[in-house]
């Protein structure tokens, strides 16, 4: 079994390489980084797809979390999508200041910065491929848990990511901190509910024979999302781009949603 999940991960792997390559072309085509975003997200579907396919999936288990990361991925590459569209061709904040810091040959650097994004991607996916991987039908109490935690992630984001959304359009808004909704509680809760999210996958896979190995795939994400591409660099450009921020992050989990501080 655990040759089987092997096999679906390097596949993915080349698959998904390839493609972060083509998007790299495209990227310098436009002159613009954030297209990553978009695709990464929309990755998630290949890599659904790839498995599904290559696994041979054909009982109710195996399509379920198929189907769990199918809509996760869609949901969050249109989000992602209709924000660059709106920010274009202004660049993601992010990858305008990891281009400066790069200096010469940026362009060239940065097919590193995909490749790297499509290796978490991939990482993101091995519960998947663990959980396909498996021909065992019956559904267990791990399954069920991890729906019910997928289902909370889902919602939770999507409403983390209108509310934003929301408050970002309204032109009286321009320079100010959104402390509406969800954003009242936690700083970041979009990211939040996108790692509860990898959560969820691993938990369905924990049922799977080496299932719990890829507890490994929600603790590398949740240092990304903190410490490297997600809470940091947004953290350093709200400091600088709003004046309100300051006191946000006194009175505000950083994280997880909690609270306030007086």
Not at 49 to 72: C, E, T
Request: glycine content about 8%; aromatic content about 14%; some cysteine.
């Amino acid at each position: 079994m655990i040759s089987g999940a092997l096999m679906l991960i390097c596949a993915d792997l080349l698959v998904i390489g390839l493609m972060m390559f083509i998007v790299w072309i495209v990227a310098i085509g436009i002159k613009n980084g954030g297209i990553v975003d978009v695709a990464w997200a929309l990755g998630f579907t290949v890599s659904a797809a790839l498995y599904a396919v290559l696994g041979h999936a054909g009982n109710g288990r195996q399509w379920a979390i198929i189907l769990m990361v199918v809509l996760w991925s869609l949901r969050l590459a249109w989000h992602l999508g209709v924000r660059f569209k709106r920010w274009y061709p202004e660049e993601d904040p992010r990858y305008t200041a990891l281009r400066e810091k790069m200096g010469s040959f940026a362009d060239e650097k940065m097919l590193l910065v995909f490749l790297w994004q499509g290796a978490i991607l991939v990482l993101m996916t091995a519960p998947m491929a663990v959980a396909v991987a498996d021909s065992q039908s019956e559904f267990t109490h791990l399954q069920f848990l991890a729906i019910i935690i997928w289902f909370v992630a889902l919602c939770g984001e999507s409403i983390a990511d209108y509310q934003l959304s929301r408050f970002s359009r309204d032109p009286q808004n321009k320079g100010r901190t959104c402390q509406q909704g969800l954003w009242r509680y936690s700083r970041h809760p979009n990211y939040f509910f996108e790692w509860l999210g990898a959560v969820a996958f691993f938990v369905y896979a924990a049922g799977s024979p080496y299932g719990l190995a890829t507890v490994v795939c929600p603790l590398v994400y949740l240092h990304i999302l903190i410490n490297v591409s997600g809470v940091k660099p947004a953290e350093e450009h709200s400091i600088q781009a709003r004046g309100d921020y300051a006191e946000y992050m006194k009175s505000t989990s950083v994280f997880v949603p909690w609270f306030r501080r007086n």
